[in-house]
Every structure is written in structure tokens, then in C-alpha cells.
């Protein structure tokens, strides 16, 4: 009690200043304020409340009280509304409006009012401008809360500028870093003005932990500044209005002096935001990376590269929608809902795509694994957005969610390990590029004239030297266990390499645990595999009865369907793995196009493959629904929907010499582990004498886990031509009687 009230005679008590207490006899003593009433129960307390004026010390008031008040009972009543923070200590102020309301303020904010002003006007604040703004306009906004602007160093540095991007403030970051010292950063211009992040050095993110996430997420501004050779951010032009520019600094001004009075909380390490067009304040939140070349440790991705990649037992805690999962989507979305953010975010946002609710197809932003070259490359990028896809809208949105994280994972930033050298010196350690790429060497030759007429993710590169030295990126062997390497620029969206090597997204994935996604890269791979044996040999496949489902959720899709003058049925083109894999196709049955689209899904249990296939089949289906630009679609999407017909491509319907199979045909067993089915997948392809790689990619400052698993051998289902399972499989299976010939493929790629 005393420390809190001070000793009798030396301090004033009284209801804390931001508080105006107001009787209402035998019902309460109520406390009025800004956001909201308190109201004291109590005889006793309605007697003590008028004595709580702050005129008075403890003797004082132990004297004023009525009879029948006894000491004791006053002193716990007083600790009782101390602990409350409702009382507090009065101090000798002037008494004017002007120094009351401060101490009120003070008060508020939960800080003792004379420590808070003693704070603010012994401590000293810098202050530094970039470009244009006035200095002078902000030193006297911050005078005007009592802080005292030196020349010199200061407890406390506010920075404006017209950018958070501004190179210089790169060295002002480091000599703060140096010095220890904090410092405020405000952008007092513009339409939308920002007030923030502190930075403690030490503590908390540094300006290059901001820095990254700000420049990841002006994808256009960076490719217009390389294309005319120019570093920083772009030059904008000047906007703003003398009042708006006044509020930002007078909010740097009160952030400051709270700052210095001791008030401290973790939004003080967000950017506050305001639209002056649309009066919205959005607060963004900017973390820590442990990776950043300023304030962490450089080599932390790359030491992780060279560890093993250990599964440990994952019980599944989610089996509903379209997939087993360590975690339920809810759980994923509420742990990583800070990544979604136009301004910090790695996702700018999610939102829901055009066409019927019951798509639940969401999009979330530009897919780094569609860029290439120039304009085109860019707009590429930006059209085949990343996106999710679910049985509910809360698959969808956390499926949207994670592939922007997988992609955003996947990409080269500088930090990745690597070993330079050729293929040829790295011996046994290195996997041979083109027992991944899959390319036959007609496809090299004809490299040029197919290039020229199809989209890139058709791309063909040069054929490989084995002796051009590259960089090699390792992955973990769980086959071997041992490290081997690939070209850093086959595993890294972005990543520098030469012609002869492509990344592409093939068995990434993001999941809520290592297994997890260990096991979905795994699915996607043998899932491509089934699906290129198909299409690319044009075998007619069984259909599946969908009834035999009994799945209330994929009768309502047929009725969607049906609705937009579409029909729905599903293949089943599981390959010699067995695992079961489903094409879902719909169909337009009236019109001049039949917009034919489809999705794929593999998965252990047959159910879920086919729900997989008809998630991703809705998934893509708001491009078909509308009015169809199709200027917009690259160009053998555009082919296909304008020249393909069931009629002409039979091939595509169920095969009608087979029976429909139902939901059962391929058994399923049960496992309660994710381990134990990753284990499964990899037994089966071992003892086709393949080898199964992963390369954890997760980013210690995004923390989703993100793998990329390889298996070569297995076939992408681009055009991907070389010799092996494309022409083998299919024989074995008793599809064909012998393997096609190169020129007998399926010349239209698969345009997913």
C-alpha cells in the first residue's frame, strides 16, 4: 500500500486525473472517462470519494474521513482502488487547464504523471529529415509537447522522409544500431501518410528487416527501375496538403513523447497509416528476420540446407476437406494472419475470386513461379496469380494463403546455400539436371520454333554442360541420407543460372508442419506423373461413378455445375504407383466453345483425390464462368479454349469399354501419422529405384514450413519429353500394346 501512495504527508491522493467521479447516493460512486464509466460499490466508498479530490495527503484524509471510517479500513479500501488504477499520487503542479490536461494524458496512458513529465522534458530528442521536409516545421511540432530538440545526439532520433525506401536510410539504421540509440520514422507527405516503426536496437526488427518486406511488394516499381538501369525507390510526385502534413508530424510528435515517458507496447514496432481519401487508418505490423543481413544472421538459411531434413512423428489433427494435416485451416489462419498485409505483408491480401460462392476460389496475389522477361514476363506473373482452393471457404482462403508463402519461400533473395562448380566435378554428390527436366533431345533441337509458339511455362532450355560451373543447392536425401546437389537455379524461383536450367513449382509445398508438407510436395509429384502419362499418350481411362461417393458436397457441385450449363465427370488416371489420382473435367454442353477445364488431385485415399481434383477444378472455373477475354490468356490456354472439342479429343471422356469404378476401388488404409504415410510414398517409389530429395525452404521470419521435394525419374506435366515412365508406364499398365513414339505424343501441353 504505502509505495504506492507514499508516505503520510509527503504526497496528495486523489482519483486519477483522466477520471471525474460522480455520486449517485445508495447506488455506486461512478467513475467517468473517455472510454467508458467505472462504477465503486459501497457506503464506505461513497463517504472516501469526496475526500479523493487530490487535495489531500494520507494524514490528511485518515483526519477528513466520517466517524465510523477506521484507519485500517480506509488504508485497504485505498490499495484496493490503487491496484485498480483508479487512484494515484498528486504532485505539486501550476494547476493550469494546459498541465492538468497533460497529467490526464499522462494518466490515461497508465504512467505515473510526474515521472512522465520529468521523462519528456530531461530527455533529448534528434531530429533528421530527407529530401524536402522541414526540419524546423518538425522540431517545433515536437516543442510543442515539451521535448527538447538538440542538434546533437539525442535519447531519441525522429526521421521523415518522402520513402521508406530512401538509401540513405540505410546508414542512418547502422549508426543507430551502433550507437544503440532508437529511432521514429514518419512520411509526413502523400495521400497517405505513415507515422513508424520504432526501432530499438537490439530489440525487435531493424529499417532492413522493413526494407525487405516494402521492396518484396513493389514487384513493377523494381522491374521498372531495372529495365532503365536505376537503383532506390521511384521518385513520385510531390502530394499532399499543409494540414495533412501538420498531423503526421504532430502524431510523430505524441508517438515521440510517449516514447520517451516510458510508454511501451508492440504496436509501437507497426506502421500506422492513414488515407487522407479514404479516411482509413490501417495499422502494419514489422517483425524481426532472423536472416537479415543488418540486425540477424546471414548464413541461418544456409546452414539449414546442409542439415538433415529429420521427419518426426506428426499425428493428423485434420482429415476433413481435401487433405490430411498436422492443424486444423482455423489454427493455420489465426498463426499466420500477420502475413497477409499490402504494406509488411508477403501477401498483399486474399480475397475471393469472381463466380458462384461455391467455387471458394481465392486468389492471393502474383505467382513468382509464372515471371519471366520484360512486360509480358511481368503480366505473366500477375495473371496466374497465386490461389486456394477448398471444400469450405476457410480451405480455400488458408490454401491461398500457404501457396503465396510457398511461393514467396521458394524464391531467391541471395542467402541460400550453394557450392559453386560443374556437374562433372561434383561427381556422385550432384543429380544429373536432366534426370528432373525430362527434356528429349528432339526437344532441343527444335528448341527455338517451340519456344516462339508457346507459353512459358512450355519453356525448352539449351541442352546442359556438364562442365559449366553453376551454382548447387544442397537437398537432403531421405533415400540415401545423405546431401546431394541440383542447380541452385532449378530449386530457387529468380535464382541466377544459365540457360540450360528452369525452376518451376513442382513438388513445393507449404504445410503446418515439416511432414506435412513433406507429404503434400510428395502427392503433387506423383499426382503430375499420373496426369502427364495420360495426357500425353491420350489413353482413354475409367470414369468414376460420383454417386458412389455419397458426398452431399459433390452432388451440390454437379447442381452448380449443371446450373451454369456445364457437365462434371472425373478419370481416374492412377499410374503403376497406385496412389490414387483424379482428373476432374467440366464442360460446357451449348455455346459455340465448350471452355473445357480441369483439375487434379492425388491423395492416399481415394475420396480425397477426388476432392482434391474437383476443389482444383472450381479453383479455375471463375475464368470460364464470365465473359471470357481471351486476349488475357496466355497463348495455348488460349488455343485450347478456342479450338477444343470432347467430340475431337475422345480421349477426355471416360472410357466407355470400362465401367465406371466407385469410390472404393483402390482401398485405402488409414494411418494415424503423417510420418507413416510420407514413409509409405517413399517405400513405394524406392522400390521403383527412385530417390526421394527434399530441401526445407522455410524463411525463419515467415516460419510456415515450406519444402521442395524432388523425385527423379517422375514426369512433370509440362512438355516434358524424354525417354523413361512418359512411354514405359503406360505399357506396363496394358494401356497401350506398345510405347508411342516422340512423334505420337500429345502435341497440345498441358496448360494448368
Known amino acids: ?35 467508458g464509466v467505472t462504477a465503486i460499490q459501497g457506503s464506505h466508498v461513497e463517504a472516501l470519494a469526496p ?11 485518515l483526519r477528513d474521513v466520517p466517524a465510523g471510517l477506521t484507519a485500517d479500513r480506509v488504508e485497504r479500501m485505498l490499495t484496493r482502488l490503487a491496484a485498480a488504477g483508479l487512484i494515484g499520487r498528486r504532485g505539486t503542479e501550476d494547476g493550469s487547464a494546459t498541465t492538468e490536461a497533460s497529467l490526464a494524458y499522462w494518466d490515461a496512458a497508465g504512467l505515473d504523471p510526474a515521472d512522465a513529465v520529468a521523462a519528456t522534458t530531461t530527455s533529448l530528442v534528434s531530429v533528421v529529415t530527407i529530401g524536402d521536409i522541414d526540419r524546423d516545421a518538425l522540431a517545433e511540432t515536437l516543442h510543442r509537447n515539451g521535448l527538447t530538440v538538440t542538434s546533437g545526439s539525442g535519447d531519441l532520433t525522429v526521421v521523415a522522409c518522402a520513402d521508406y525506401l530512401e538509401p540513405e536510410l540505410r546508414a542512418i539504421d547502422e549508426a543507430h544500431r551502433a550507437s544503440g540509440t532508437p529511432w521514429l520514422l514518419v512520411k509526413p507527405v502523400g495521400a497517405q501518410v505513415t507515422v513508424g516503426p520504432f526501432f530499438t536496437p537490439g530489440d525487435g526488427p531493424c529499417w532492413r528487416c522493413l526494407a525487405t518486406r516494402l521492396s518484396a511488394n513493389r514487384t513493377a516499381e523494381a522491374h521498372v527501375r531495372a529495365r532503365c538501369g536505376q537503383k532506390g525507390p521511384a521518385p513520385r510526385p510531390l502530394i499532399g496538403l499543409p494540414s495533412l ?39 502494419h505490423e514489422v517483425r524481426h528476420r532472423p536472416q537479415c543481413g543488418g540486425c540477424g544472421d546471414q548464413e541461418v538459411v544456409a546452414r539449414r540446407a546442409f542439415e538433415p531434413v529429420e521427419l518426426t512423428s506428426r499425428v493428423k489433427r485434420s482429415c476433413d476437406g481435401g487433405g490430411h494435416r498436422a492443424s486444423p485451416p482455423q489454427e493455420v489462419l489465426d498463426r499466420y494472419r500477420h502475413l497477409i498485409g499490402p504494406v509488411t505483408g508477403i501477401v498483399r491480401e486474399i480475397r475471393r475470386a469472381e463466380g458462384p460462392a461455391f467455387f471458394n476460389s481465392y ?25 486456394g482452393k477448398g471444400v469450405t471457404a476457410l480451405d480455400a482462403e488458408v490454401g491461398a494463403l500457404c501457396e503465396a508463402v510457398e511461393r514467396r519461400s521458394g524464391a531467391f533473395f541471395g542467402d541460400e546455400a550453394r557450392v559453386s562448380g560443374s556437374f562433372a566435378s561434383l561427381r556422385d554428390m550432384a543429380i544429373h539436371p536432366d534426370a528432373v527436366q525430362q527434356y528429349h533431345p528432339r526437344q532441343f533441337a527444335d528448341r527455338d520454333a517451340w519456344n516462339a509458339e508457346h507459353a512459358a511455362f512450355q519453356f525448352v532450355t539449351t541442352p546442359f554442360d556438364e562442365n559449366e560451373v553453376m551454382d548447387w543447392t544442397p537437398l537432403w536425401s531421405l533415400t540415401e541420407r545423405r546431401h546431394k546437389f541440383l542447380p541452385t537455379g532449378m530449386v530457387y524461383f529468380g535464382a541466377p543460372c544459365p540457360p540450360s536450367v528452369v525452376s518451376n513449382s513442382n513438388g513445393c509445398a507449404a504445410g503446418s508442419s515439416i511432414e506435412d508438407a513433406v507429404l503434400q510436395g510428395l502427392l503433387e509429384l506423383v499426382e503430375r506423373d499420373a496426369v502427364a502419362i495420360w495426357w500425353y499418350n491420350r489413353t482413354p481411362m475409367p470414369g468414376m461413378d460420383l454417386d458412389s461417393f455419397r458426398d452431399p458436397w459433390i452432388s451440390e457441385l454437379r447442381q ?14 492412377t499410374s503403376d504407383l497406385g496412389v490414387p489420382t483424379m482428373v476432374a473435367i467440366s464442360r460446357r454442353t451449348s455455346g459455340e466453345r465448350e471452355d473445357i477445364m480441369l483439375g487434379c ?41 478456342e479450338t477444343t472439342k470432347l467430340a475431337e479429343q475422345p480421349w477426355l471422356a471416360p472410357d466407355p469399354s470400362v ?29 521403383r529405384r527412385m530417390e526421394v ?25 509440362w512438355s516434358r519429353f524424354a525417354q523413361g515412365r512418359l512411354y514405359d508406364v503406360p505399357v506396363q499398365l496394358g494401356r497401350l500394346t506398345r510405347p508411342r513414339r516422340y512423334e505420337e505424343l500429345n502435341p497440345i501441353p498441358l496448360f494448368m
Open 1 to 35: 500500500m504505502r509505495p504506492e501512495l507514499a508516505e503520510p504527508g509527503e504526497q496528495r491522493i486523489g482519483f486519477k486525473r483522466h477520471l471525474r467521479p460522480q455520486i449517485v447516493h445508495g447506488e455506486a460512486v461512478y467513475l467517468i472517462g473517455e472510454s
Open 601 to 641: 488431385g492425388s491423395h492416399l485415399d481415394s475420396r480425397l483425390a477426388a476432392r482434391r481434383a474437383l476443389t482444383e477444378l472450381n479453383q479455375c472455373m471463375p475464368m470460364v464462368c464470365g465473359p471470357m477475354d481471351l486476349g488475357t490468356f496466355d497463348v495455348d490456354m488460349r488455343r485450347w479454349f
Open 363 to 387: 486468389r492471393s496475389g502474383a505467382n513468382i513461379a509464372a515471371s519471366g522477361e520484360g512486360i509480358e514476363g511481368l503480366r505473366s506473373a500477375l495473371r496466374a496469380d497465386t490461389g
Open 245 to 283: 502534413h501538420a498531423m503526421a508530424m504532430e502524431i510523430a510528435s505524441v508517438e515521440a513523447a510517449k516514447w520517451l515517458a516510458g510508454v511501451r507496447h508492440e504496436i509501437q514496432r507497426s506502421i500506422w497509416s492513414y488515407d487522407s481519401l479514404s479516411m482509413k487508418v490501417t495499422q
Open 659 to 687: 465401367p465406371p469404378r466407385d469410390a472404393f476401388h483402390h482401398g485405402y488404409l488409414f494411418r494415424h501419422d503423417l510420418t507413416d504415410d510420407v514413409r509409405a510414398l517413399q517405400h513405394t517409389l524406392e522400390q
Open 693 to 717: 530429395l527434399v530441401l526445407d525452404q522455410t524463411r525463419p521470419d515467415i516460419g510456415l514450413p515450406v519444402v521442395r521435394v524432388v523425385v527423379p525419374g517422375l514426369r512433370h506435366f
Open 560 to 573: 452448380v455445375h449443371a446450373g451454369l450449363g456445364r457437365e462434371v465427370w472425373l478419370l481416374d488416371v
Open 51 to 61: 475526500l479523493l479530490d487530490g487535495t489531500r495527503d494520507l494524514t490528511a484524509l
